[in-house]
């Protein structure tokens, strides 16, 4: 009876090598399959120099990131200082004429510094006014309502 299962218990063994072995050739095969096609038309000496020329041109792409990176950071600098802030309103400083024909335009750096520029019509004609601003006020001349509600239009846009 020793025998028989002795037997029994050789005989599963031996299957489960059988199927292991069989796992493992079909693993081998597609590993060989993949390393035919990574070293395809290649020796030793080539992916050596393949590899090097990677690894020189990485430290390029490198050195042109960091490049570019400082470039973006002046440009981010300078377009802080630039004119893109805007606000405009319209309105009607005489009531006896129809319409909204004169406005209030403001020009601003991101520090809100920069200019008003405003036009009022008449039936007489157009006159125009410019007005620095820093700090999102005119210090040399007064500014009117609406010129300051221009200001604010403007100084409320983010980027």
Do not use: C
Request: aromatic residues 8%; proline residues 1%; hydrophobic residues 40%.
């Amino acid at each position: 009876m020793e025998q028989i299962n002795l037997i029994y218990t050789l005989a599963g063994v031996s299957v489960l090598l059988f199927i292991w072995n069989t796992v493992l050739h079909f693993s081998i095969k597609r590993l060989n399959k993949n390393q035919k096609s990574l070293f395809k038309g290649k020796k030793a000496k080539d992916l050596e120099s393949i590899i090097i020329d990677n690894n020189s041109d990485i430290k390029s792409l490198f050195e042109k990131n960091d490049d570019l990176y400082q470039k973006t950071e002046k440009l981010n600098q300078h377009f802080l200082k630039t004119i893109h802030k805007v606000g405009l309103l319209r309105f009607n400083p005489f009531r006896e004429i129809g319409g909204d024909q004169s406005f209030s335009l403001a020009l601003l750096d991101d520090n809100d510094n920069g200019a008003i520029i405003s036009s009022l019509y008449s039936r007489e004609g157009v006159r125009i006014y410019a007005k620095s601003i820093q700090n999102g006020v005119s210090s040399k001349h007064q500014l009117t309502e609406e010129e300051k509600q221009a200001i604010k239009i403007a100084a409320k846009r983010k980027v």
